[in-house]
């Protein structure tokens, strides 16, 4: 007999995660499992404050999800749709839809990408993101997560130490910088004011630098950055791919936010349509959520897919990283 649960992880961090918004020293996500008694498949919700998502309403939604859902078992498309209908928000739709491909599949989450008709992903490079410290700790901080064994660095700033951050980075990594505001300007000339202060430092991109609301702002932006701007926040499940192949030159694809495997493949898809750069990130979450996003990461010209390892406990050892790449581990659960 089909049986959906949900239970809540509370994921203890190793050090404050910090942006511009908010910070942290643990997170509560929720586990979706599907099983019969033989067979069981699972996914990850990392509800996220920015899009109105909580652990409370999330398990609220669920309730109605499977109140809709019947007895009989469904194809993983079917649940999305009654998820949907269900008014599920973005992070716990992914969690289904998750959950319901992995018991289809036999839970055999290293060869999700095979149902998904993807390429393998092998070995992928991942970014790390450093959280917002104060700048003249930056040094001890990459000496300690021993940071110089990734191939890019992803640095959150706010506006007040944003230059002072950037430009102490910039004096001991060799590693190109991805620079994340997280929404925290609002004065466009502000940010392009900080952006001739860095111009050549050896910056990758910048990300979501305004808020995704500032739609004229963003269109002249991109007129005079010197480096390639990518949306995040204006990325969820239904965005405006017209109006960021106008404003922006990348996306920052999370499943989180699109919704589930099949969005997210649509919107990857769409973006390379347009020639925008891609890249696949994650919220604050285990190896289960990271797993889930490394499969789609053939169509990713990078990947955000560090937060497994800030966890003080990862309880699922589903993926490995040595020397700054990403991998499934090969057994099966």
């Known amino acids: ?63 109605r999800f499977v109140s809709a859902t019947g007895p009989e078992q469904r194809t993983p498309e079917a649940y999305v749709r009654i998820a949907r209908a269900s008014g599920c928000s973005n992070a716990l739709r992914f969690a289904i839809e998750s959950a319901a491909w992995h018991f289809a599949s036999g839970n055999r989450r290293e060869e999700l990408y095979r149902a998904l008709s993807l390429d393998a992903p092998g070995r992928v490079p991942t970014s790390y993101t450093i959280p917002i410290i104060d700048p003249g700790q930056l040094r001890a901080f990459y000496d300690r997560e021993q940071l110089s064994r990734f191939r890019y660095l992803k640095l959150k700033i706010d506006r007040e130490s944003a230059y002072d951050s950037i430009a102490e980075l910039c004096t001991f990594t060799k590693a190109p910088v ?101 890249m696949i ?17 053939s169509l990713a010209d990078y990947a955000d897919l560090d937060s497994f390892l800030i966890l003080k406990k990862e309880p699922y050892g589903l993926i490995r990283e040595e020397d700054g790449m990403i991998a499934f581990n090969k057994t099966e659960h």
């Open 1 to 63: 007999m089909l049986q959906w649960s949900i239970e809540p992880v509370r994921l203890e961090l190793r050090y404050t995660w910090k942006i511009s918004r908010n910070a942290t020293d643990e997170k509560t996500n929720l586990i979706v499992t599907l099983a019969d008694g033989s067979v069981e498949g699972q996914g990850e919700a990392a509800p996220n404050v920015r899009y109105g998502e909580s652990p409370e309403r999330l398990q609220e939604e669920f309730l």
């Open 178 to 278: 991805m620079v994340d505001a997280n929404e925290a300007f609002t004065d466009v000339e502000e940010f392009i004011r900080l952006l001739e202060k860095i111009r050549r430092l050896p910056i990758e991109f910048v990300e979501q630098a305004l808020p995704d609301r500032l739609r004229e702002e963003s269109l002249y932006l991109k007129k005079y950055c010197p480096f390639p701007h990518f949306a995040d926040e204006a990325v969820t499940d239904e965005p405006d791919m017209a109006f960021i192949s106008a404003a922006y030159h990348g996306v920052n694809m999370k499943l989180m936010k699109a919704g589930g495997y099949s969005n997210g493949l649509r919107i990857l898809r769409e973006a390379k349509r347009l020639g925008l750069r891609t």
């Open 281 to 297: 990130g994650c919220m604050v979450e285990t190896s289960l959520g990271i797993g889930s996003a490394l499969n789609l990461c």
